[in-house]
């Protein structure tokens, strides 16, 4: 049970490229491990965005999101990666992702990132 | 009761097509098929429109909704294909449609249209 | 217990004419006939104004929204007509009537109406 | 529009006789007359019971509870009424009654009653 | 404006002494003055009783509490004092009172009596 | 995509057998058609059960109640029938199954039934 | 216990005048009496309002609330005369104040006020 | 600013002796230190009592409380502490006490204890 | 990053063992394997427990439930693993155990376990 | 245990400094003293970002929260100091601290400052 899920995100064409519509995905089921303490952190990823010519295949979004599970990573920085890498693969006319992650040491942390 | 009810949308003259108001519609009993597996996928719809010279009749807004029960239909393209039907139908001054999917692999979607 | 409630709104003068404030109202208590089927509607009906030279009286307003029991009324209509006889007995800066009705058919309405 | 509904109750034979098992039903469109002031009250009611050979079919209840709209009746009263009608009808093995009134003069009332 | 309201609690023979059922009534307008700083504390009263010979009417229980609004009176003891003048007013079957005060110094206070 | 899914509710040994405890399962994408008028209702269904030798399969579960989709079925009738299928399968020492259903004709209503 | 508390509101100098920022204040426990009948009304006061030289000092706009206690007030005047007393004690950069009255004859209302 | 609040609970006698009634009491702004680590915890106190010949005074409880702001405190053991305080304090006849405890190390702890 | 946390539970003495008292404990951060699938699954924990001489070190009990992180464990048979795990290490006078999973395939469990 | 917690921000160079993203962060645990009084006050605190070069490490903000415990301090000037202080330590591109206290006096305070 040890390997790593897939982080290539897959796509479909978007049915709709002629006109601007927003998606909107929550996946209440993030978890990756604190870079300083190795200690797991858990977050909600909120993404949302309005697709070009591609959008993103759900099962892959669920692979991709699972691949952090055994990664460590800040909350800035990971948050900035999934919309990058996001980015990357959709090529979206806009695009936002927020992670709101649990209460650690008494503070409840949320990045928002935007594109662009 | 296998007789795919109705798509045709029936419409009633806007009483007071002089002044610009908004009619918000939510239908939680919204049901199609997921194409690539068979199963069926769940949403709740929300059309919000200012009407121009028609309003949408709601008996056949129901059956309209009713008759993608046992069709394949991906989530942004029958979000697409109601609000071109709702257009085509009503030619309102402006429309939304929200469909509101219950979650699948661990992610909940909603896709938002407008026009124009 | 037949008799229809007058629907003459009574008004008294805005106390501070001077200046530009909103009044919101809610009434949850609205009842009106469907004119197609004869059975029993009901709403909730929310109005927000800037009064110019007059507020309306709040028990005039009530014997006013009781009046519309016993009449069939389409959701549409019925909503314009309602801010038609607000603004012709107040002559406000600015109004809207919001009416929130009760689910039918599985569908749940609200209309939405601004002056000017 | 001024005939009153029936006040018949329909019944169907309980599927399963065999078993007690509770019905839940709520309604939150009554409206009846205050015997005092001849005003429209407002309530949800909710009803409860154990079928023995008849379940209550919804259509009459519906129009059952539409025949109080143009009648006076006081919130004890009215709910003991509702009761010994729907026993009446059902024999239900056990049965209560909520009915919960919109606000009067600052108070909210809600009487419930229980047979046997 | 300065007259006390009647404390009499009038009543109204219970439709129903054949049968065991419960009335609630709740009212947020509860009003008297703290008895060693004489500033004024703010309750929600819920009560509930089951009827033997007389029902309260709802006029008179609104006077009632509002016949607090100038006096001095402790949480635990006007909440005692309500249960016992409603007691020898209705000589309910079963009553109870529950007064839900706003905070004070930090600390939120509710007193709920029981008769019998 | 018209084959009626299985009705096999398949089992898997219970993990625990030597201790009594629950297991609750929630699944809100029940839809079938009323008999009546055929058009589709659609509820939540909500298992509790204590295991003997036997917990259900999720996957077949879901099967199961997807079968429905395309029956007629009264709501008292369809909640007993599915309890009785999962006694069968399952033959667990206790188990309730609730069918909270959509509103219909302004009536909501719910269905609770219990073994033994 | 009869004495009007003082309507004075007492200030104290804004700490940071070199910035807009804002304070908002929340006080559920505002009576009056209705100049009609004379019985009370309750609100809830929101103010929310940018300093410039003064800050309201908390204790004395609870006694300058508690001084409507024993007055004939209507909603829509009382709130545009806090606004203007607090406004002539503050002189802030910018101020509202909200009046939520509870429901008068099956009607709720807030009554919004705006300086400048 | 550093001297301990008054850890005596003061009382005053019970209005209603003759009768069992219940007082119920939340204070969410209980603060002690972590034993362990010396940081601050921070809890929900919830105490329900039926009084004897006493009730507690409610500004004696506050500087209570407050009394442990600087003292280190386990969750179970000051659950406990409080308790025993307040009952040697008022003999009640039956008491309990709550500590709802923010979380710490993503664990969310309550503590409830009661006398007898 | 690999290192599987230790699952030894950690207590300290009971600081009243001669008083029954609960204590409840709610942890939203567990996460395991699907057995079959492979794939991630998240849970919330809820403990409560009368603890006897024993509590258990909350450190110690967040390293605990991270120690499932890389294990496949069916819903029914880990939440009756953790019960037991937490019953040796404690063997508390009464404590349940309840696994509140997210939903999967379109249903939701939960699992509650009692000791004894 | 009296020892003033650190006051010192420490801070990590933003991971991408060239996007302006947002940082949200809450703080349910703030709490000092009021000047007057002497008595303690508690706050939630929210603290919106969009860095620059540097965000804020969690610990030392949890630490700088805590070195406010046994300060005496005014609502608005404290809110404004802890934004002076972040913004000293970070030179954010934006930020806004919002102080949510608990109810003084019947009065729910909430202070809210920008910058820039």
């Known amino acids: ?3 790593r899920p ?17 998606i909107r995905l929550e996946a209440p089921e993030f978890t990756c491990l604190c870079p300083k303490t190795g200690q797991p952190d858990f977050a909600t990823l ?4 309005v697709p070009d ?3 993103v295949e759900l099962k ?6 699972w ?5 460590g990573a800040f909350h800035e920085a990971v948050t900035n990666r999934i919309l990058d890498d996001l980015v ?4 979206p006319r806009r695009m936002s992702v927020e992670a709101d992650f ?3 040491g008494g503070i409840h942390t949320v990045v928002e990132v935007h594109h662009p």
Chains 1, 2, 3, 4, 5, 6, 7, 8, 9, 10 share one sequence.
Not at 46 to 49: D, G, I, K, L, M
Not at 67 to 71: A, V
């Open 102 to 104: 649990l209460v650690r």
């Open 60 to 65: 892959s979004l669920k692979l991709y999101l």
């Open 1 to 3: 049970m040890s390997t």
């Open 88 to 91: 990357a693969a959709l090529a």
């Open 53 to 55: 010519q591609y959008c």
């Open 6 to 22: 897939s982080r290539a995100l897959e796509t479909f064409p978007n049915p709709n490229p002629g006109r601007d519509y927003e």
């Open 46 to 49: 909120r993404v949302r965005y």
């Open 67 to 71: 691949s952090f599970r055994d990664e």
